[in-house]
């Protein structure tokens, strides 16, 4: 068995394979895939009638790359989560360069399977149905943007919990690994949802102020 650079260092990866692709490499594909997937969904939401400049298209910026990470890279991991330490594909070695933040991912650990495997069958194809509502303007949207944050929250948080019972013994301790690759890559997770049922709420509370108002004129008419 090799030695592998994760942690805890007695940490058992069966069939462990270290990268061939360098670390600024995989993190170079990863933007150029991000800004040119955001851009062009930019793009497409502006084709909606409805959606101006701003919150809406956003918004619907952040359920396609939601989408794209629970219904593409997370997939990978759940259908090859037993053998990523030694596939040699692009895939693999991004989920291997990120697992220097959180080694779990390279033994299949029992929790972040069940919460990945909720993530891409429930979540996922939620994020699509959102922004399908999103570009037809449905109010659908909003209940769709509840469930997708509350479990956004309710699963990141509970990631980030069980492994600080550990002392974050998972995560490679060098800084760039835990507070951009553990905390950065994961926090959006937390606090855009925070702030997207927060719009619900307001938006729901506005509408149902409304309908308040229509009901009650008829019966202060008469």
Not at 64 to 71: D, F, G, N, V, W
Not at 150 to 178: Q, W
Request: positive net charge; contains cysteine; charged residues 15%.
């Amino acid at each position: 068995m090799l030695p592998h650079p994760y942690y805890p260092p007695d940490l058992q990866i069966d069939n462990y394979v270290p990268n061939s692709l360098p670390t600024m490499v995989l993190l170079a594909w990863v933007i150029a895939t991000v800004v040119t997937w955001l851009t062009t969904m930019y793009i497409i939401s502006g084709t909606a009638v409805h959606m101006k400049p701003g919150k809406d298209r956003l918004i619907f910026c952040w359920f396609s790359i939601c989408a794209l990470t629970h219904c593409f890279f997370e997939v990978y991991w759940v259908c090859f989560s037993k053998t990523v330490a030694s596939r040699k594909d692009f895939l693999a070695e991004l989920w291997r360069e990120y697992a220097h933040s959180d080694s779990r991912y390279m033994v299949s650990d029992p929790l972040v399977l069940t919460l990945e495997i909720m993530t891409v069958t429930i979540i996922g194809p939620l994020c699509v149905l959102a922004m399908i509502a999103l570009y037809r303007n449905s109010p659908s949207r909003h209940l769709y943007q509840l469930i997708i944050s509350v479990f956004h929250i309710f699963s990141c948080s509970l990631y980030y919990i069980l492994d600080s019972f550990k002392g974050f013994s998972s995560c490679d301790p060098n800084p760039i690994y835990f507070w951009v690759y553990f905390v950065g890559f994961n926090s959006p997770w937390i606090i855009v949802p925070a702030l997207l049922i927060y719009d619900s709420c307001v938006s729901i509370y506005k509408a149902t102020s409304r309908y308040r108002v229509r009901w009650e004129r008829p019966i202060k008419d008469k």
